[in-house]
């Protein structure tokens, strides 16, 4: 059963910086492109940025140049390294396929970005 463990989340300061993890099993991972996507309160969850099998990625506009999506093969991770905190990245964090499986969400870690 495919599984997805977020970690890394927390409280910083607009500006700050933070990154996230997320630890990928029952998949062969290697092939699936991945996503990171957030659900702020209130709001429906939205794609902030994939990563193919070969490293490719593309990112939404809101955080274009700010954040960074990376993985790891050997280790079936992949990251999200967030520069330039706003307080409009304050969310819920999720990693899973770029096309999710809609039945295995993880439990998401918090980003919190205040003064």
């Known amino acids: 059963q495919v599984q997805f463990v977020e970690s890394g989340g927390g409280l910083e300061q607009p500006g700050g910086s933070l990154r996230l993890s997320c630890a990928v099993s029952?998949?062969?991972?290697?092939?699936?492109?991945m996503a990171w996507y957030r659900q702020a309160p209130g709001k429906q969850r939205e794609l902030v940025a994939s990563i193919t099998s070969g490293g490719g990625t593309n990112y939404d506009d809101s955080v274009k140049g700010r954040f960074t999506i990376s993985r790891d093969n050997d280790r079936s991770t992949v990251s999200l390294h967030m520069d330039r905190l706003k307080f409009e990245d304050t969310a819920v964090y999720y990693c899973?396929?770029?096309?999710?499986?809609?039945?295995?969400w993880g439990q998401g870690t918090q980003v919190t970005v205040s003064s």
């Open positions: 029952g998949i062969a991972f290697y092939i699936y492109s």
């Open positions: 899973n396929a770029r096309t999710p499986f809609d039945d295995s």
